[in-house]
């Protein structure tokens, strides 16, 4: 069977992508991309091979564009000013994009982890970190928190858990963002 006319696998990862953030991430699936497309799904199985192959495809999409997002945000910036602009990169992008957010959290194998990426966003918050004076183990340790309260604090807040009380979010945001840089610039060394 011929692949159907203007179907690709970049504009399935595209209309996937759309889709996450319309409906979520998991709600993602062959059978919805033949539904938008008007297609039946058989056809969609010569671009992509499942809904894994699918959402993993949505996945890469989505560190790249985050990636892309860090580095214009990064460049230039040092120290807090870096923390800032990279914590300010990942709210605004799950803001904007919840189901490519989602999808940026998707298990990915080793092999393609390695080549996605996410590679890219380990290595700027590395070269942020050195604006702490941290070594190793430490700056391993140091990107674990950062990458855990970033990603623990937009999943809170998309999910409403602060919007039953003052102050404002974006308050308490600057507000971790303050405690953030005062903990790395005071990091303790290793016992």
Request: charged content about 25%; cysteine-free; glycine content about 6%.
């Amino acid at each position: 069977m011929a692949p159907r006319v203007g179907l690709t696998a970049e504009r399935l990862t595209a209309a996937g992508a759309e889709l996450a953030d319309e409906v979520g991430f998991d709600q993602v699936t062959v059978s919805e991309l033949a539904r938008r497309f008007d297609v039946k799904v058989a056809s969609l199985y010569s671009h992509v091979k499942n809904s894994h192959d699918i959402k993993t495809r949505i996945a890469l999409l989505a560190l790249e564009e985050l990636a892309d997002r860090a580095a214009d945000a990064l460049a230039g910036r040092a120290g807090k000013d870096a923390l800032v602009a990279l914590a300010n990169v990942y709210r605004d992008y799950a803001r904007e994009h919840p189901g490519r957010y989602a999808a940026a959290q998707y298990r990915l194998d080793p092999e393609t982890a390695m080549a996605s990426a996410g590679v890219r966003h380990s290595r700027m918050t590395r070269a942020l970190l050195r604006g702490y004076d941290l070594d190793e183990p430490d700056q391993t340790h140091a990107v674990r928190l950062l990458g855990s309260v970033f990603h623990g604090y937009v999943s809170i807040e998309m999910g409403g858990g602060f919007d039953h009380s003052a102050p404002d979010t974006q308050e308490t945001w600057s507000r971790v963002l303050d405690a953030l840089d005062v903990l790395l610039r005071t990091w303790p060394p290793a016992p």
